[in-house]
């Protein structure tokens, strides 16, 4: 069981603007001293809604967004591919966050609690499609929906029972402690930046593989038509098995890059998943282009929803009740805007069928 104690240096130097609401979880901003003197912005009755506010949450919209493509992208192929129903893929999420918090606590470093854990997320994902999944394959939505969330409820117990219930923390990597000044007294946290980076550097690789490959080419076409694919003499069962094991180990490696900045906890999974759903509902199921963009506005109208709404809205109302509707209206927006965009496009942005 690792140790809990927490990160030496996290926030270090940094003072909080706000906070950003990562589903249920409330994370703190990173440090910014957004100055509002020199920061710029526009007036709300109550303060300003700073320049510095501003591109601190953008940066944090970003990348939330990537920790959902994340997610989502092994979630979307799975769906679309395999037309399978997933409901445990947010607990291969959690398990990424726990096994990277106790391999660092076991090695004592980041770097090899991270690289122990993408190959032992790996495993375990296709350990769970040889044990229980596929044999759900040819069943209707509705069994594989009850069968993976009892998968959750089994392995969220397991997990509380090894780990406890207490959160874990896992420590910043050497030389990502510190933070990058944006403007002047505006710094933002270099691991944060390292996130988004190497979720763009996924992003586009995952890309080149399915858009430039022979393996990406079945992938699409499986998306498109898996019958036909099959009826052309391709192992389906070897390509299902291939999709779910790259979608395992995304969601492993999102959660093991999320722990040193959430509490590690057994329902880390659960808000993270529902937010993944409603990535593949606007981008489209089976689209790798589709979960990215989609993944990077529900992030960016998540993060600035919530953080900006009651700002604004003290332009109209006292601040009371300004507080009050934002969060509300805030938690809302995400929702609508799925909604907007299924009435315009019932099939998603870019859905795999289309292309």
């Known amino acids: 069981m690792p140790d809990r104690a927490r990160q030496p240096g996290r926030g270090r130097g940094i003072r ?48 939330y967004g990537v920790l959902l493509f994340l997610v989502a992208a092994g979630l979307t192929l799975v769906f679309g591919v395999m037309d399978f129903v997933n409901l445990a893929h947010g607990v291969q999420y959690m398990l990424g966050a726990y096994l990277a918090a106790t391999l660092a606590a076991l090695t004592g470093s980041f770097w090899g609690g991270l690289l122990l854990a993408l190959p032992a997320a790996l495993l375990f994902g296709l350990a769970l499609e ?20 009892g998968v959750i409820l089994v392995l ?91 979608g395992a180990m995304l969601a492993g490696f999102a959660g093991a890059m999320a722990a040193p900045i959430l509490s590690v906890d057994p329902n880390m999974g659960e808000t993270v998943l529902i937010l993944a759903f409603v990535v593949i509902v606007i981008g489209g199921a089976g689209s790798i282009r589709g979960a990215f963009l989609a993944a990077l506005l529900v992030g960016l109208v ?38 907007l965009i299924l009435a315009v496009r019932p099939r998603g942005l870019f859905p795999a069928r289309a292309g």
């Open 16 to 63: 909080r603007i706000g906070d950003s609401v990562y589903g249920d979880q409330a994370l703190k901003q990173p440090e910014a001293e957004a100055g509002r003197a020199d920061g710029g912005g526009w007036r709300t009755g109550q303060g300003a809604v700073s320049t510095g506010l501003l591109m601190v949450q953008t940066l944090n919209g970003l990348q």
């Open 130 to 149: 040889w044990l229980v999944f596929r044999h759900l394959y040819a069943r209707d939505h509705l069994a594989q929906v009850l069968a993976t969330f």
């Open 156 to 246: 969220s117990q397991a997990v509380r029972a090894i780990f406890g219930t207490a959160p874990l923390h896992m420590p910043l990597p050497a030389g990502l402690e510190g933070g990058i000044e944006l403007l002047p007294g505006l710094r933002y946290p270099l691991y944060r930046l390292a996130i988004l980076i190497a979720g763009l550097l996924v992003a586009l690789g995952l890309w080149l593989l399915i858009e430039r490959t022979r393996a990406g080419a079945l992938v699409r076409a499986g998306a498109s038509n898996a019958p036909m694919l099959s009826a052309l003499g391709i192992d389906t069962g070897r390509l299902f098995l291939l999709v779910f094991a790259a």
């Open 302 to 339: 998540e993060t600035l929803g919530r953080s900006l709404l009651p700002d604004l809205l003290r332009l109209v109302l006292a601040p009371g009740p300004a507080r009050q509707t934002g969060a509300a209206l805030g938690s809302m927006l995400v929702y609508l805007l799925m909604a």
